[in-house]
């Protein structure tokens, strides 16, 4: 009877499991170099330790088992090379992670059994989070925040999805099949009080994330609920396990939305819509959300209605050529696609944002008969080719049907070569032009002697500075992809603000470029002290976490926050305030304070708010 019920139930599993239509777990052999994207003008260098993950899930059950995963470690010049799991047709997520960069993660349909050369990935450094108030954690830009009450620390990132499209994780469109028009997104890798990784919160204790949206993508902003005075925006997260981005969820099931807000927390009213549209609105805006867990966060809009190119890469003499990696990125739109490896015949397909027709605005941007265009790029025996642009048609599609049919070819006329691009444009702060922005070009992969061979003995002017109108231009050379950083300080007797601003660009650009640089960090003398009459006052009257006063021979007095909100001024010296306490001299009252003595205080947090901007504090006063 035992064996019976067996028999039955294997049965009864294959059965399933044809019915499912079972995927083969094959492996292939993918290899390539993993960098550190440079900062500050910087030069390239490679990533010495990065994790490499490869999977796939194979079965489909949303998860991926031990099976379905494989990881390799970076050598010193940045080289891997893994034998991974892949299904023929099904997406496989590529994870590139360093510690204390943010993990970069590639969606690619694998449709060939060939091994894959050249898959590279540049990492870029997170930024350490700060608690600056009762549980809130902010970075040094002011970019990024998130409140919960079960964090202790970590580190975020957060990207403009305009000039930093190769960044974003998998491609632009999302796991129901429409393209993502995406206004910002950000990576969070955050410690709970334990020191561990936290990845989703308790039941019912969601935390809240405000992300800064770059001013590049005010235009793409669309009210998704009107009437109740905000302006709502869908939330989305990446799945790694599936390789997709997914409408984040409530704790009760619903789809996930946040809202826009000002700097200061404070809701923005729908009213001001269109001034966010137009990019008049003055001041920054925060989109601020409720999760319950915790990786890439994203604020997306939904294209369903798209186009699609299909085609063949075949060699010099027509024949057809598998494994070649194709890349697709838009030109007059921001999204790229995942990478596909072409099958036995050369195949491949990839869905992208189509052609408006006479009155249409299916991009929501205001703006109605718009053309499409993609660039399309590949590699294929260790060669890098661009394939060029293409505009798309009107007519909707969806891989494989009413597609644009291209034949590509991996001939000479098409191999990338290194040459000198000029590059005009204008560099803005925060949208208004200003003279003296540094903007560098750079195409990181090319090697000195080649840098050195293009340039010649004149050399190029790989460095502009703005005039008064934001205008610039440059030289340098470039193999397929430049990359322009722009750099702008601006001081006062009382701070340092300091702008930055990268932009990829696939291919020398034909038409100006913009280059609008966002807040990187800022530093403050505040608050300003004064001590007279044996009084210690602060301007502004800023909650303190801790005050220390300094003589020639050491510490004489220290006080400290004795609750989360901190203390404040004015402070009598050798009186401890409420909420504070005493931490030098351990008991008894402090030296006299003395000409010459330095006070200092750092205020809760380390920020104090200057000129609309949340600025890095260091405050210091030599008593008279």
Same mark, same amino acid.
């Given at each position: $009877?035992?064996? /019976?019920?067996?028999?039955?139930?294997?049965?009864?599993?294959?059965?399933?499991?044809?019915?499912?239509?079972? &995927?083969?777990?094959?492996?292939?052999?993918?290899?390539?170099?993993?960098?550190?994207?440079?900062?500050?003008?910087?030069?390239?260098?490679?990533?010495?330790?990065?994790?490499?993950?490869?999977?796939?899930?194979?079965?489909?059950?949303? !998860?991926?088992?031990?099976?379905?995963?494989?990881?390799?470690?970076?050598?010193?010049?940045?080289?891997?090379?893994?034998?991974?799991?892949? @299904?023929?047709? $099904?997406?496989?997520?590529?994870?590139?992670?360093?510690?204390?960069?943010?993990?970069?993660? &590639?969606t690619v349909q694998i449709n060939t059994t060939r091994a894959i050369t050249g898959f590279d990935g540049a990492l870029v450094e997170m930024n350490s989070l700060t608690d600056v108030k009762n549980g809130k954690w902010r970075n040094s830009a002011g970019s990024v925040e998130i409140s919960n009450s079960n964090i202790s620390?970590?580190?975020? !990132?957060?990207?403009?999805?305009?000039?930093?499209?190769?960044?974003?994780?998998?491609?632009?469109?999302? *796991?129901?099949?429409?393209?993502?028009?995406?206004?910002?997104?950000?990576?969070?890798?955050?410690?709970?009080?334990?020191? &561990?990784?936290? @990845?989703?919160?308790?039941?019912?204790?969601?935390?809240?994330?405000?992300?800064?949206?770059?001013?590049?993508?005010?235009?793409?902003?669309?009210?998704?609920?009107?009437? *109740?005075?905000?302006?709502?925006?869908?939330?989305?997260?990446?799945?790694?396990?599936?390789?997709?981005?997914?409408?984040?969820?409530?704790?009760?099931?619903?789809?996930?939305?946040?809202?826009?807000?000002?700097?200061?927390?404070?809701?923005?009213?729908?009213?001001?819509?269109?001034?966010?549209?137009?990019?008049?609105?003055?001041?920054?805006?925060?989109?601020?959300?409720?999760?319950?867990?915790?990786?890439?966060?994203?604020?997306?809009?939904?294209?369903?209605?798209?186009?699609?190119?299909?085609?063949?890469?075949?060699?010099?003499?027509?024949?057809?050529?598998? #494994? @070649?990696?194709?890349?697709?990125?838009?030109?007059?739109?921001?999204?790229? /696609?995942?990478?596909?490896?072409?099958?036995?015949?050369?195949?491949?397909?990839?869905?992208?944002?189509?052609?408006?027709?006479?009155?249409?605005?299916?991009?929501?941007?205001?703006?109605?008969?718009?053309?499409?265009?993609?660039?399309?790029?590949?590699?294929?025996?260790?060669?890098?080719? *661009?394939?060029?642009?293409?505009?798309?048609?009107?007519?909707?599609?969806?891989?494989?049907?009413?597609?644009?049919?291209?034949e590509l070819k991996v001939a000479p006329e098409n191999e990338v070569q290194v040459s000198v691009c000029s590059v005009s444009g204008t560099a803005t702060v925060e949208g208004q032009p200003k003279a003296g922005i540094f903007v560098y070009g750079s195409d990181d992969m090319i090697d000195p002697d080649t840098w050195n061979n293009v340039c010649g003995t004149s050399g190029c002017t790989f460095i502009a500075s703005t005039d008064?109108?934001? @205008?610039?231009?440059?030289?340098?050379?470039?193999?397929?992809?430049?990359?322009?950083? #722009?750099?702008?300080?601006?001081?006062?007797?009382?701070?340092?603000?300091?702008?930055?601003?990268? !932009? /990829?660009?696939?291919?020398?650009?034909?038409?100006?470029?913009?280059?609008?640089?966002?807040?990187?960090?800022?530093?403050? *003398?505040?608050?300003?002290?004064?001590?007279?009459?044996?009084?210690?006052?602060?301007?502004?009257?800023?909650?303190?976490?801790?005050?220390?006063?300094?003589?020639?021979?050491?510490?004489?007095? $220290?006080?400290?926050?004795?609750?989360?909100?901190?203390? /404040?001024?004015?402070?009598?010296?050798?009186?401890?305030?409420?909420?504070? !306490?005493?931490?030098?001299?351990?008991?008894?009252?402090? $030296?006299?304070?003395?000409?010459?003595?330095?006070?200092?205080?750092?205020?809760?947090?380390?920020?104090?708010?200057? &000129?609309?901007?949340?600025?890095?504090?260091?405050?210091?006063?030599?008593?008279?």
């Amino acid at each position: $009877m035992k064996r /019976s019920l067996c028999i039955i139930l294997t049965a009864s599993l294959m059965l399933l499991v044809s019915q499912q239509g079972c &995927k083969r777990v094959q492996h292939i052999t993918i290899s390539g170099t993993v960098y550190i994207a440079p900062q500050q003008g910087g030069s390239v260098t490679a990533a010495d330790g990065a994790t490499i993950t490869v999977s796939t899930d194979v079965n489909g059950n949303g !998860r991926i088992g031990p099976r379905e995963r494989a990881t390799a470690t970076t050598d010193s010049n940045g080289h891997y090379t893994i034998h991974a799991p892949v @299904a023929a047709g $099904m997406q496989s997520v590529v994870r590139f992670s360093l510690d204390g960069y943010a993990p970069l993660l &590639k969606t690619v349909q694998i449709n060939t059994t060939r091994a894959i050369t050249g898959f590279d990935g540049a990492l870029v450094e997170m930024n350490s989070l700060t608690d600056v108030k009762n549980g809130k954690w902010r970075n040094s830009a002011g970019s990024v925040e998130i409140s919960n009450s079960n964090i202790s620390g970590g580190k975020v !990132r957060n990207f403009n999805p305009a000039t930093e499209a190769d960044k974003f994780p998998g491609s632009f469109s999302d *796991n129901k099949g429409s393209l993502l028009i995406s206004g910002v997104f950000t990576a969070f890798e955050l410690e709970d009080t334990q020191g &561990k990784r936290l @990845a989703t919160t308790e039941p019912g204790n969601p935390a809240r994330i405000r992300m800064r949206m770059p001013r590049d993508t005010w235009g793409a902003v669309v009210d998704t609920h009107s009437g *109740n005075d905000r302006i709502d925006v869908p939330m989305y997260y990446f799945n790694e396990e599936t390789g997709q981005w997914v409408r984040g969820t409530t704790e009760g099931g619903a789809d996930l939305s946040g809202w826009l807000e000002r700097d200061n927390g404070t809701i923005i009213a729908e009213a001001q819509l269109a001034a966010v549209r137009n990019g008049s609105y003055s001041g920054d805006i925060f989109a601020a959300s409720d999760v319950t867990h915790f990786s890439y966060w994203n604020v997306d809009w939904p294209i369903a209605d798209h186009g699609c190119i299909s085609g063949t890469v075949v060699d010099a003499d027509g024949n057809p050529v598998a #494994g @070649a990696t194709i890349n697709v990125a838009g030109v007059t739109y921001t999204g790229t /696609s995942s990478p596909q490896t072409t099958d036995e015949n050369g195949k491949f397909c990839v869905d992208v944002m189509r052609s408006e027709a006479p009155g249409e605005d299916i991009n929501n941007n205001g703006v109605t008969g718009e053309k499409q265009k993609v660039l399309i790029s590949g590699s294929s025996g260790g060669k890098l080719y *661009n394939f060029g642009e293409y505009e798309i048609p009107v007519q909707a599609g969806t891989c494989p049907t009413n597609c644009l049919a291209v034949e590509l070819k991996v001939a000479p006329e098409n191999e990338v070569q290194v040459s000198v691009c000029s590059v005009s444009g204008t560099a803005t702060v925060e949208g208004q032009p200003k003279a003296g922005i540094f903007v560098y070009g750079s195409d990181d992969m090319i090697d000195p002697d080649t840098w050195n061979n293009v340039c010649g003995t004149s050399g190029c002017t790989f460095i502009a500075s703005t005039d008064d109108t934001g @205008a610039f231009s440059l030289t340098a050379p470039y193999a397929f992809k430049l990359s322009l950083l #722009g750099i702008y300080t601006e001081s006062d007797d009382t701070g340092t603000f300091f702008y930055e601003s990268t !932009r /990829s660009l696939l291919g020398c650009p034909s038409t100006p470029v913009s280059l609008n640089l966002e807040l990187l960090f800022c530093t403050v *003398n505040l608050p300003a002290i004064n001590y007279s009459g044996g009084v210690i006052s602060l301007d502004p009257a800023v909650p303190l976490s801790f005050l220390i006063v300094n003589g020639p021979l050491g510490p004489k007095w $220290m006080i400290m926050q004795n609750t989360d909100a901190g203390f /404040s001024g004015p402070i009598t010296y050798g009186t401890v305030p409420a909420d504070a !306490r005493q931490a030098f001299p351990s008991g008894g009252t402090p $030296m006299a304070i003395a000409t010459g003595d330095i006070i200092q205080v750092v205020p809760l947090g380390g920020y104090v708010p200057y &000129k609309g901007k949340q600025c890095y504090s260091s405050s210091i006063y030599t008593v008279q």
